[in-house]
């Protein structure tokens, strides 16, 4: 990615991610964040990871914030925006973001390998595909792209969930039907407490 | 700096989203009432064309109706903007252009042709080549519930906020029907290239059709039936995504006046309206990309010789336009012909039967490509 595009989209995203805390109206800091995220997701797809990209658009722009901003919408937002600014809230948030700065700017300064500019690291796809034929050509769909140039991000996502980190895989997907049949019964048990009493 | 890639991809983006897919928007909507008429047993506007008595001429010459979107879009123009004292205005002239956007935005990836030579380099009729073609145009579709929710919300009042709250809860349900039944087609081709999907059911005959290539094989034919509960399925989830008869409950006139463009007029109503048709074809598109082979023209393998003819390009890209123009013909068709549901049915129909149907068709899927493929 040329470098003005990369400074671009950090600006939207630092910008509109400041906005976020920075505005008093919940509905205009949560539509702050999905452009946020859209800028991040600009920058995935500036690393060649277009699988990265469209799923921080597609789950968190377009999933996880619709339903926060349903949820926004059915508050009184007059209330929200009468409230007083809590002083001891924003010095000790600042002092929490300076301390995160500080933090990530320590680790990156010892990361020698980000010295490097990205544009002198080419991708070794050809390469990349050699070693996979040597190894037993596990999947031949991921050999043929490599072969052909493009890097296959979203298969080799794929393979690693399904192949390296399968029980992990299962152990979120049990979580998550926890947390369902968690919230259904939670729902349920209420709904007949009120259909109880009315009767 | 490559200039010849940078001109062609500019001439691809504006020739295709504003010399293709918005003038197929104003032919929509004549479409849409030339239909309509024709279901219903009436004529249909007919009237407007070229209005010869203006030069002293004794009749006008009406083109049947053709000139009917041109007199339409002038009188969105000349219409008063209303903007009602009670909205919250930022918001209010926000909400008709996040929902045309992303609506536009969409068509980045879908092939319309497979190559057209130009003077004697093969340029790609895409114009997104993307790896991850059918996310994309997902992601981006995703964010056209908020144009909806926002309008329903800035325009502060009752009817226009129940249609935006509708629409939200109705795009959400679908959307898990939609990109589950697509599941099964991306295993079969192993690919989410939109463009090698094409050309491969260009080779080895269509997903829906596979009478060519090695389309011919039983396994191919094995795999018929959940290939056609996906095609169900998902086109069905794409008339509740794009707000269309039978479920355009957020718009429902019965019950929501205008449902969440109530307080809108002229132009911002008409940006709606062109949001709501752009995303039709782009789904018709989609549709037609996935199961009825794209720009591919049936029995003939095609591809190779497109690359080396200028002639086969062109053809391809009016094959690509038949076939969704047919597609957008059956979303009118559906539109006059089948009552609304009621939203319970609607949700009911949603969550309770699309989503286990196209989550059973997964592993049906993966059983017969198991079973095929030993």
């Known amino acids: ?199 | 700096m490559d200039w010849f890639l940078v001109l062609s991809s500019l001439i691809k983006i504006s020739g295709f989203t504003f010399l293709v897919i918005l003038p197929m928007v104003a032919l929509c909507s004549l479409a849409e009432r030339k239909v309509s008429a024709y279901i219903q047993d009436r004529v249909g506007p007919n009237r407007v064309g070229v209005p010869m008595t203006i030069f002293g001429a004794k009749k006008d010459f009406p083109l049947f109706g053709l000139i009917q979107p041109l007199a339409d879009g002038l009188k969105f123009i000349l219409k008063e903007d209303l903007t009602p004292k009670h909205v919250r205005k930022f918001y209010f002239w926000l909400a008709p252009v996040l929902t045309m956007v992303p609506a536009l935005l969409t068509c980045a990836v879908i092939p319309f042709g497979s190559y057209l030579n130009i003077g004697g380099r093969e340029v790609k009729m895409v114009i997104a080549d993307l790896n991850v073609g059918p996310l994309f145009t997902f992601a981006i579709a995703s964010l056209g519930v908020y144009g909806i929710v926002l309008a329903g919300w800035a325009s502060n009042s009752k009817y226009p906020f129940l249609g935006g709250v509708r629409s939200s809860s109705q795009m959400i349900s679908y959307e898990i029907a939609l990109g589950l039944s697509v599941v099964p087609v991306l295993m079969v081709f192993q690919e989410l290239n939109l463009g090698m999907i094409v050309e491969e059911q260009d080779r080895n005959g269509w997903l829906l059709l596979p009478l060519w290539g090695e389309g011919l094989s039983w396994q191919r034919w094995a795999l018929l039936l959940p290939m056609g509960i996906s095609f169900v399925v998902f086109t069905i989830a794409m008339f509740a995504e794009t707000n269309r008869m039978p479920f355009d409950l957020p718009e429902c006139e019965t019950e929501l006046v205008a449902g969440y463009h109530t307080e809108y007029s002229s132009m911002k109503f008409a940006m709606f309206f062109l949001g709501e048709y752009a995303a039709m074809i782009i789904g018709s598109g989609l549709i037609v990309t996935l199961f009825l082979g794209g720009w591919s023209i049936p029995f003939l393998p095609t591809a190779e010789l497109a690359k080396t003819t200028w002639w086969m390009g062109l053809l391809h890209m009016g094959c690509f336009l038949t076939k969704v123009a047919a597609f957008i013909f059956f979303f009118m068709w559906v539109r006059w012909t089948l009552p609304r549901f009621r939203f319970d049915q609607l949700m009911r129909l949603g969550w309770v039967f699309f989503f286990e149907l196209a989550l059973a068709n997964v592993f049906l899927t993966a059983l017969i490509l198991m079973i095929v493929k030993r």
């Open chain 1, 1 to 199: 990615m040329p470098q003005p595009l990369f400074y671009l989209f950090v600006a939207v995203m630092l910008g509109f991610g400041a906005a976020v805390v920075l505005l008093r109206n919940p509905v205009s800091s949560a539509l702050s964040l999905v452009v946020s995220f859209a800028g991040l997701a600009a920058l995935y797809v500036s690393l060649n990871a277009y699988f990265a990209g469209v799923l921080q658009v597609l789950v968190y722009a377009g999933a996880v914030m619709v339903l926060f901003l349903f949820i926004i919408m059915l508050m009184d937002i007059r209330e929200e925006q009468r409230r007083k600014i809590n002083k001891v809230a924003v010095v000790g948030g600042a002092a929490l973001v300076v301390g995160f700065v500080v933090q990530l700017g320590g680790v990156l300064a010892g990361y020698e390998a980000g010295r490097k500019p990205l544009d002198r690291v080419p991708l070794q796809l050809a390469e990349a595909a050699e070693a996979r034929r040597a190894v037993g050509n596990v999947s031949p769909g991921i050999t043929a792209d490599l072969e052909r140039g493009t890097l296959p991000d979203t298969k080799l996502v794929g393979e690693a969930l399904f192949t390296r980190y399968h029980l992990q895989l299962q152990m979120v997907g049990v979580l998550l039907l926890v947390a369902t049949v968690g919230v259904i019964v939670i729902s349920r048990r209420e709904d007949r407490v009120v259909s109880g009493s009315g009767e």
